[in-house]
């Protein structure tokens, strides 16, 4: 079964960057054939996605925060990883690293949200 | 900009059926958006229900349904259980690697 954990500071300043990792476990992360995401949702709040990125490194981004947004992946440590930029009160949220996609040879691409982490909490302050 | 539109909360008596709606501020909902659904109860991560618009995920009951009803993906629950009182959000695939969700709706059983 697969897993994710979030990892990362809980508490970012305004106008710096949030970091976070996603360390996945219990199954094949060096595959080429899988997308790996991160999801936010403000307190009180919807969902909203952030990126993912595929294996080979193709990144695609929220339009509305592309501009702020890097991920990146680390296969040798099985992890991959969010940094947004210039944040401020409104990146207050929970953090979510999620698989978001993969391709089968026999059914094509599928595209959705199957193995998510328990998310973690990342507060801009001062 | 794309909007993903859910209906804001619905109430359901146990035992009933419900049926959430997921459409686009422009167009239709079609297969080809790969609709999917996922259920979240507070301080949880969301879990998954239906992908490709009608395919459970492993474990979830069949009470739990996907499809299209008219512009619209939908999501059916029959027979409605106290514990499927949450909030629901549906994704989107738009294409080029891009996801986005619905605003989100949050059940009542009573």
């Known amino acids: 079964q697969l897993q994710l954990q979030e990892s990362g500071p809980g508490l970012v300043k305004p106008s710096e960057t949030l970091s976070l990792t996603c360390t996945v476990s219990g199954g094949s992360f060096s595959s080429s054939s899988y997308f790996w995401g991160w999801i936010r949702q403000p307190p009180g709040k919807g969902l909203e996605w952030i990126g993912s990125?595929?294996?080979?490194?193709?990144?695609y981004y929220n339009p509305s925060l592309k501009s702020r947004v890097a991920i990146s992946v680390d296969t040798s440590k099985s992890q991959f990883s969010l940094k947004l930029s210039s944040v401020t009160a409104a990146d207050t949220a929970v953090y979510y690293c999620a698989r978001s996609g993969y391709y089968d040879i026999l059914t094509g691409y599928t595209y959705y949200f199957d193995y998510w982490g328990q998310g973690t909490l990342v507060t801009v302050s001062s | 900009q794309t909007v993903v539109t859910q209906e804001p909360s619905f109430s359901v008596s146990p035992g009933g059926t419900v049926t959430l709606t997921c459409g686009l501020s422009?167009?239709?909902?079609?297969?080809?958006?790969?609709p999917s659904w996922y259920q979240q109860t507070p301080g949880q991560a969301p879990r998954t229900l239906i992908y490709n618009t009608n395919t459970r995920s492993s474990g979830v009951p069949d009470r739990f349904s996907g499809s299209i009803l008219g512009n619209k993906a939908a999501l059916t629950i029959t027979g409605a259980q106290a514990d499927d009182e949450s909030d629901y959000y549906c994704v989107l695939y738009m294409g080029s690697g891009i996801y986005v969700f619905g605003t989100g709706t949050k059940v009542t059983v009573l």
């Open positions: 422009s167009g239709s909902v079609s297969t080809s958006y790969s």
């Open positions: 990125i595929f294996y080979s490194g193709s990144t």
